[in-house]
């Protein structure tokens, strides 16, 4: 039986990554977001068995829209959707500002992830998945963007415990910094890549594809006892025990 997944934000970096392991593995894979000609790039790179639905996950009324365009029952749902404006937020005392700032946060990296999720709930086979994207910034002080995305993991014990029953695992996969993506906009200074890799056990960045195996892996048999759990990808970044 062919499975079914969805990626959110799956055109670049991270979920493109995912899109792809996940077709390795045999999947159709639907991916979303909010750019159409990034999703269909993505998709033409990509081959035949991954389809582009642009959509917006904060918006009610797109997200709405997924359970008829994709049809059937969903095997793996991944919601990568995130990013943040900075981490520190607004430098003034303008409470205006923080508020739209804080709202941005939580929207992107909580709120998209929750309506996802929702929308799709009663389409999420037996013996399925649902894999979150976190961030180690909800151990390192940054700000709204680590404060959303620990909200997130919190929320998935709440839908562990839900979907449990129905013998569906949810988990967060939580990156430390991983290059190749649009995250961090267009550049960054080399001071901060060679900071970022020196914090590591294993003296390298991220890629994509690190979190990509994790994520393919929990939506596996051989995964299915792993549930309500953060699972770490950062090079020893953030250490754990």
Do not use: C, M
């Given at each position: 039986m062919t499975r079914t997944a969805v990626v959110t934000g799956g055109g670049t970096g991270i979920g493109k990554a995912i899109a792809a392991a996940l077709v390795a593995d045999g999947a159709q894979v639907y991916i979303t977001g909010r750019r159409a000609e990034v999703l269909?790039?993505?998709?033409?790179?990509l081959g035949d068995a991954v389809t582009p639905l642009a959509c917006d996950a904060t918006d009610p009324d797109q997200v709405g829209l997924l359970p008829d365009?994709?049809?059937?029952?969903?095997?793996?749902?991944?919601?990568?959707?995130?990013?943040t404006r900075n981490f520190t937020g607004p430098a003034s005392a303008d409470l205006r500002a923080i508020a739209e700032h804080w709202r941005s946060d939580l929207e992107t990296n909580l709120l998209g992830a929750v309506l996802t999720t929702a929308a799709l709930e009663d389409r999420l086979a037996a013996g399925?998945?649902?894999?979150?994207?976190?961030?180690?910034?909800?151990?390192?002080?940054?700000?709204?963007?680590?404060?959303?995305?620990?909200?997130?993991?919190?929320?998935?014990?709440?839908l562990a415990k839900r979907l449990g029953p129905r013998d569906i695992t949810s988990n967060v996969v939580s990156p430390g910094y991983i290059a190749r993506t649009e995250f961090f906009g267009a550049g960054m200074p080399n001071a901060f890549y060679d900071a970022r890799v020196a914090e590591t056990f294993l003296g390298r960045a991220g890629q994509p594809d690190d979190v990509a195996g994790?994520?393919?892996?929990?939506?596996?048999?051989?995964?299915?006892?792993?549930?309500?759990?953060?699972?770490?990808?950062?090079?020893?970044?953030?250490?754990t025990r």
């Open positions: 269909d790039a993505a998709a033409a790179e365009k994709i049809g059937g029952q969903v095997h793996v749902l991944v919601n990568n959707v995130g990013s399925g998945s649902v894999i979150h994207i976190g961030s180690f910034a909800t151990d390192r002080a940054q700000g709204s963007y680590g404060a959303a995305k620990a909200a997130l993991a919190a929320w998935n014990i709440h994790l994520v393919r892996y929990l939506s596996t048999p051989g995964a299915r006892f792993i549930t309500g759990q953060v699972l770490h990808v950062n090079g020893g970044a953030l250490a």
